[in-house]
């Protein structure tokens, strides 16, 4: 099982990277108290491939040989990589400044900011000197963050955008999720036809009858089109998911149709699609 371990300095960004691994599938945790490694590790092997656990000041013994005890007996298993989070002191002091939030350190010490920073970094060198990355956050946008993580994990700094293709019907109400909603209600309705009515678009009797319309097909292609023109500025624009509504008055016919045709077309481009019904 691979193992991500991310510690640093507090407010370097443990929690955006977490947040990043979790996007590329892995099984995230937050400060988890170090002495429970390897128990959480025995458990969660039985069902996840990689993990990754947000570690900080507060959940780490005060000496390299503890941390040694507990990591080096799980290397002999599992594949373990550290990421430490570095940040210059006077950035932190104005993150912290900003935000009104109470360092970690202070709140067990009792130690003014400056003081509590500089406390803190001491006690995680240890740590810092064993890590497989170091990252120094002190410049980085939490895109650019992301991105690094992306290539140490995958070799690539690419995000693969989830596209989501999903028919509805009006009648039931907009998906609140959409990020782009079309209306196919305009188009030639298969419902006005008796023996198409008890169909659905997902059956060869209803796509028939649309692959037909003139009007259905050029939807499709300048749908299609449109979308392909976009794709590469919303790939580039670090998300994860971009949700396409398809919708139609009762959502079983048109919707259906056009939802499958155009999750077709991005599969064909080598796109992670899903494709989902919700009248269905």
Partial sequence: MKIIIISGRSGAGKSVALRALEDIGYYCMDNIPLELLPQLIELLSKSQKSIAISLDIRNLPNNTDSI???????????????????????????????????????????????????????????????????????????????????????????????????????????????????????????????????????????QDYLDAQNSVQEFLTQTQNYLAHWLPLLEANNRSYLTIAIGCTGGKHRSVYLAEKIGAFFAQMGKKVKVVHQAL
């Fill in 68 to 206: 040694n005890a507990i990591v080096n007996p799980l290397e002999n298993k599992h594949q373990i990589q550290i990421v430490f989070l570095d940040c210059d002191r006077n950035v932190l002091i104005r993150r912290y400044s900003d935000s009104r939030r109470i360092h970690p350190v202070s709140q067990v010490y009792e130690l003014p900011l400056e003081h509590a920073i500089d406390h803190e970094y001491q006690s995680l060198l240890p740590l810092r000197e064993q890590a497989n990355l170091i990252i120094d956050t002190s410049k980085l946008s939490t895109h650019q963050l992301a991105s690094k993580l992306r290539l140490f994990t995958l070799g690539k700094d690419d995000k693969e955008l989830q596209i989501i293709i999903q028919s509805f019907g009006f009648k039931y109400g907009l998906p609140l999720d959409a990020d782009y909603v079309f209306d196919t209600r305009f188009l030639p309705n298969p419902h006005w036809l008796s023996e198409l009515r008890p169909h659905t678009g997902l059956e060869k009797c209803v």
